[in-house]
């Protein structure tokens, strides 16, 4: 019986379609199997320095430093957990950190001029969703790449803090809600700070939409391959907007957490944060191209980050140290896992290459 012609959308289709594994690839570990290894190295990599730090710094291991130590780290920590699935999805938003001044110099400006704080809470939201759909509108409405259009939002945001609220500094805030962030308040029966235990719960939250459900099968199907997603019948657009309207809303609040925490609003605070989220979640095994990472690894990172910092801190290593262990840890992040993958890939070719063949030329496993 003669097979119809192929025609030139099923050959495409098949161009596109991936290449099989080897036969090495199923012993080894596929490159998802790397990532989900590499998030289990962050965390217990987390465990040997709070050993390290419990063995070798007094006051490490007491509930105030601990306290602190994880309080200091929650607003890089609260804007992590957005940023996470916007990097699975493979799109990227620089702009948090300027958003978190924007949020506070708001929240400083607003309480100036006599607002109950109650109805600044909201505001600062409602602007934070603005900036996110702001970024997301460039990006998914107009098609520019999300690193160009965030590099141009955070000087946007930025500056328009420093319209808002200048070079001044608002203190005085509501006590009840100062001693909400502050590290010296904790949950009765443990050393965590309220924010803390907030961030542990969206953390939970995340977690659960990210790795059990419909939306987030289609942000890891996004950022490995947009085209494929899209007519998988994904609303790529929709769930890219979705996400920068989540990650400006989350840094907005941050900010106001940011300003409690430290009872003062400056249109400059936040500066650096969106290297440490960056750093934070590439740590943790997120691919910066998208379509793989786990958010369990994006928490042990920003975790690591904050410990570390706190026990150089506790050893008098000044804060320029600080900052070459941090960029370091990012240049590692984003490094150490492309060549062990390439090392493991290379293996898997070996051996496949190396398998028996059969009198057909088959290999071994197909004879």
Known sequence: MAMAPET???????????????????????VRDLALRWDTAVG???????????GSTDGFASGENLAFAFNDIVEVALIALPMTLLVVAGQVDLSVASMLGLGSALTGALWNAGWAFELIVPVVLLTGVAGGLLNGWLVTRVG??????????L???????????????????????ADWAVDTSTVPGTFLTYPVVLFLILAAATAVLLHSTA??????????????????????KRFKLILFVVTGLFSAFAGIVFTLRYGSARADNGIGFEMLVIASVLLGGVD????????????????????LKNLLTLNDVPNEVQVIVTGLLLVASVLAPRVVAAVVERRHRREAGALPTGPAGRTGSES
């Open 288 to 307: 910066f191209d998208g379509g793989k990472g786990t958010l369990f690894g994006a928490v042990a990172g920003v975790l690591l980050i904050g410990v």
């Open 8 to 30: 030139p959308n099923a050959r495409r289709t098949r161009d596109r379609a991936p290449a099989p594994r080897t036969a090495g690839a199923g012993a080894g570990g596929t």
């Open 44 to 54: 217990a990599l987390l465990v040997a320095v709070l050993v390290v730090g419990l």
């Open 215 to 236: 939306f987030g099968r289609s942000l890891f199907a996004i950022g490995a391959q947009e085209e494929a997603a899209y007519f998988a019948g994904i609303r790529v």
């Open 155 to 177: 000087a946007l945001y930025r500056g328009l803090a420093s319209v808002v609220l200048g070079s001044d500094a608002v203190t005085d805030f509501p006590q009840v809600y």
């Open 144 to 153: 520019l790449p999300s690193l160009a259009v965030t590099i141009g939002t």
